[in-house]
């Protein structure tokens, strides 16, 4: 590290540092906004907690994510020792330096980025066009994580290879609780009484039958 | 609480011979051996040629006020003036679509079903008219499953002759009883699932053309006036109630089956169409499921028409009158009824998912002798009702609310161990419940 | 001239997560099935503001705030 001087003027290890120390915060944030956009769905609610905690801390949470993230990016691009460019925070895999491992945080910046912008709009867009990109956030967090996994790099030191394994066993643990918990009566009954209605048990809602 | 029907009084003018300004108007009036009554020269025959509706703006509203100082209104249970829904659409940007309503999930009736058996061409007939007098592009008859294949031949029947001005489509019913409503026939007619879409109802939907939905038997109607006139129309019924309509008699009758009466006919006489009881009656159900119970000394002498039967709270509703025998036991029928209706519903709304189910739940209590709490039941009558998406719960509310006034006195001695009934056999149809 | 606002919810969307309750019980109840229940009146000035984070915040999207000018 003390030997990191480049040519021409003052090049600050501080651009570097911040970038990857963002970086760091940025995935536990992100791993935050999952484990809370789970917890909204399924309706999970400690007894002191309203609701309305979960749903709320999540919508703030992202948000706050996004500013990290510009932080992320810009000190990443402005540091001189790596040469990324521009173009490649938007178009993934364009960046010369580590272009695989680049490219999957601008993966995961653009689906990310498209789940938040339908999340603003989500009144205007309706429920089921909003719903149908929010979960690609299933596939930006993987894609974060494995960013954090090539890019990152510092996994031989203890405490970050702690917070980055401790982020995907949160994950896991939580998409796994959601996935054996029982969906709220309410709406699972409602699609079998739909599909019921349609043409007796075992039709989809929208098949045709026999009928015509 | 109890009441005779006589069979044999001198028969009341609902069962007049028929003539030009007689009933019956829609159902054949004699079905003779060997002669298919949907056939296409039997109805010109009987009915002559349609007259032509179409035309340019200025008559098409004057037929449009014919049919309004006709005084026409729905035959489907809401009763809506069938003038204000064509003036409507025939007003509108785009062509719309006619979708006529023969689906009829109320198990108790099957007016429509006849209708639709035994004179399509006249239903056909009123669905062109509508078109015509609307502009519309398309026809689209939505048949109960045992009526659909006559309809089909009807269509077919039509299409060589060249009787339609607009192409005409039969769909077969999707079962269940909120399938009939209107919003839920337009998507379903569409390819959609037959479920309501909510209030209020969005008769046609994004990129679709609006829908013109009626009753069968109100297109009916529309037919015959165009050739008969708003006057003829009015020569039958009362002057707020004008015309004929149909109703479905059941229960403990000689006769039980589709009649052609007049609004005012005495209930009496009405139920005396289908051969009179022979026997005490309890109560009546009136108007179908989203009906009226009432008991049956109070109803009789009643004219059947909104007005007379306000008396007890009731209206003709979907032309349905079902006749409990004393010897049934009214409350058991009242919580099979709402049993089956709590498991009808299309289940998109929590209220009525979650709340009939516990009226249910609460009645078959009160059946079975486990007592009534009558404050918590009528709180969740008033928590469903205009909670849902369409009004499934608000009529299953209502017609619970008139139980629970009728049956007083059968709660309390259920409660106490006892019931006065001696039917084992069910009077009223349940359908087939949702799973 | 006064701004009439009216708060509605579309029963089909609603899945009686309970979150417009907790966010306004003094406007919106919960019946014994935990779906909302709003009175069919105006919603009063000083709740204005909360009704409009409520339509906006419901994870199904089902309320909605009306505005009319009577």
Redesign the interface.
Known sequence: MAGLTAPAAANPQWLWFLSRGSGLVLLVLCTAVVVLGVATRTGWAPRRWPRFVAAELHRTLSLFALGLLALHVVTAIADPYVSIGWAATAIPFLSPYRTLAIGLGTLAVDLGAAVLLTSVLRHRLGLRAWRAVHWLAYLAWPAAFAHALRAGGDLRTGWVAGTIWGCAAAVAAAVAAAAVARPPARSSMRWRSRRALTFGPGARPGSRGSTR | MTAIVDSTRAPSPAGRILGPSGLPRLLPSDLAVGVDPAGLDRHLARHGARPCCAGDWRRRQRLIDEVDSAGLTGRGGAAFPTARKLRTLAAGPCPPVVVANGVEGEPASVKDKVLLASAPHLVLDGAACAAELTGAAEVVIVAHRAACETVRRAVAERRQVGCDPVPVRVQAAAAGFTAGEASAVVRWAHGGVPAPTGRPPRLGGPGRRPALVQNVETLTHLALIMRHGASWFRSAGTAAEPGSMLVTLLGAVARPGVYEVEPGTLVRDVLGLAGGTGQPLGALLIGGYFGTWAAAEAALPLPFSAAGLAAVGASPGAGVLAALPATACGLAEAARVTRYLAGSSAGQCGPCVFGLNAIAGALDRAAAGGGCDPATVRRWLRDVNGRGACRHPDGTAHMVASALRVFRAEIDLHGRGWCRATETAWVLPAGQGQP | MTERTRLTV??????????CA??LPEFIGL?????P?IPARDVPAALRADAAAVA??C???ALRLERAER
């Open positions: 579309d029963p089909i969307a609603c899945d009686g997560r309970g979150l907790e966010l019946d014994d099935w935990g779906f229940v906006r915040l994870p199904r999207l």
